[in-house]
């Protein structure tokens, strides 16, 4: 008995003193790959391109088909009605445990393309509310970044994928916060430490050299990005013309969930002007990140430095952190089309 009560307390002592030590700042990044279910953050500039709504969707599907598991979505457009959007997809597609941060310092009065933050609001011919809340304050909800930490700290390292959709506001506040009740390392540590690759849609690559839209935006915020993510994590970037060819038509949307007008996204295309040449660009970062890259070409490694412009300048190098898409044939845009719709017509159901 007493050898017993000695190896348990032994057991005891070694697991007080891993849990110390993955308290300690000074702790070094596990070396091993995650080769896991992917664990991904959706940071997204929902209520103004529909992309995103489609986009988020594809992620529920993939949680339900068990082939990803959705953390949590950082909602990088201010305004709580934003917050209130993503809510209302979390409730209806069925994942209202899925928690929601939200910009508040962020990118003042950024370009609205397709106005549908009446969405929440959304009623039916006898004036009942066509779709339910879960969250009651929206006031209440951390900060993205805060959401981050809080995500990032509790997951296995070099686990997580983050698909950036819209602004990179929210990651460069994350890269630059500090130590907290949720990691005692800073922000640049705590990536470096949990996140597997990034998935970001952005960029402008090849012959051309222009501003991106999503960094000029913002360009302060995107160039403390740059600056501070750290250089051994991975980001492939989806440029707009990897997309551009994937075109989701609104009769499509409309149809394609005939039986049914209790959709949230069949209802900002039946209300909104949806044919203002929106492409299915967001999506293509999220099915990066859970099928993999054997999905898409992509480039050479090298590494990415933004101007102030908001150009992006991709330098071939063997060891850089960062890729990206290359546009496909018109089969393999509508092979990317059948996923997006698949998505739709089966949490239609």
Request: charge should be negative; glycine fraction near 8%.
């Amino acid at each position: 008995m007493r050898y017993i009560k000695q190896l348990v307390f032994a057991a005891i002592m070694l697991f007080c003193s891993i849990e110390m030590a993955s308290c300690n700042g000074n702790d070094e990044p596990s070396r091993q790959n995650y080769d896991g279910m992917p664990l991904v953050i959706l940071d997204t500039d929902i209520g103004s391109s529909t992309d995103d709504l489609f986009a988020l969707e594809m992620l529920y599907y993939y949680h339900n088909e068990g082939r990803c598991k959705l953390l949590g979505v950082v909602v990088d457009r201010m305004g709580e009605h934003c917050a209130a959007i993503t809510d209302v997809m979390n409730t209806h597609f069925g994942h209202p445990e899925v928690p929601i941060g939200l910009v508040r310092d962020g990118i003042a009065s950024p370009r609205v393309w397709i106005d549908y933050s009446a969405l929440p609001s959304y009623a039916g011919s006898d004036g009942t509310p066509l779709f339910h809340h879960s969250i009651s304050d929206y006031g209440a909800l951390p900060d993205g970044w805060q959401l981050y930490r809080r995500l990032l700290a509790a997951q296995p390292d070099h686990s997580v994928s983050i698909c950036s959709i819209g602004f990179v506001t929210s990651l460069s506040q994350l890269l630059a916060s500090s130590a907290d009740e949720y990691s005692p390392l800073d922000g640049v540590e705590l990536v470096r430490k949990k996140v597997k690759c990034l998935y970001i849609m952005g960029g402008v690559f090849g012959e051309s050299v222009e501003p991106d839209f999503n960094f000029a935006q913002g360009i302060s915020f995107a160039q403390e990005f740059f600056r501070l993510w750290p250089q051994d994590v991975d980001v492939i970037f989806s440029p707009m013309e990897v997309g551009q060819g994937i075109e989701y038509k609104p009769e499509l949307v409309v149809a394609d969930v005939s039986w049914t007008d209790c959709h949230p996204i069949k209802q900002v295309y039946m209300k909104c002007n949806c044919n203002t040449g929106q492409m299915m660009w967001d999506p293509m970062a999220v099915i990066n990140a859970v099928e993999g890259d054997d999905v898409f070409a992509l480039s050479q490694r090298g590494t990415v430095s933004l101007t102030p412009q908001a150009q992006t300048i991709f330098t071939p190098d063997a060891k850089g952190n960062c890729r990206y898409q290359l546009p496909g044939s018109s089969d393999w845009n509508s092979s990317m089309l059948e996923k997006i719709r698949k998505a739709n017509l089966s949490l239609a159901d």
